[in-house]
């Protein structure tokens, strides 16, 4: 489905006036977009990683459903926080795969 960028303004400004169906009705519009997005930043990872795009994109969604600060604006904005979200959670995950790797989850006793 291509959306034109008017559209997905509508909905995201709906969105910011408390509007849940809005945020439901944008997702469907722009998740072509968010998974070409998430397929690139997926490309650039190891080998054999846990996540895969839709996966990706789902921690993508359970993060932006309780944003309230961001005053959305247009849809690069949207896209830009989205792509920003993604690299945060593949870096959130290389750090607790390396916490772990580095004896992160390993109980601490006194001497």
């Not at 469907?28 to 997005?37: A, D, H, K, M, Q």
């Not at 849809?75 to 795969?97: G, K, T, Y």
Request: hydrophobic share 45%; glycine share 4%; charged share 25%.
């Amino acid at each position: 489905m291509v959306a034109q960028p008017a559209q997905v303004t509508r909905l995201l400004l709906a969105w910011n006036r408390g509007d849940a169906a809005a945020f439901d009705e944008l997702l469907p519009i722009v998740y072509s977009e968010l998974r070409r997005l998430a397929r690139s930043y997926m490309a650039r990872e190891r080998r054999g990683h846990v996540l895969q795009p839709t996966a990706l994109i789902n921690e993508v969604y359970l993060r932006l459903v309780d944003v309230r600060q961001v005053q959305w604006q247009n849809r690069a904005q949207f896209v830009a926080v989205c792509a920003r979200l993604m690299r945060r959670i593949l870096v959130d995950a290389a750090r607790s795969r390396r916490s772990t790797k580095r004896g992160g989850q390993a109980q601490q006793v006194p001497f």
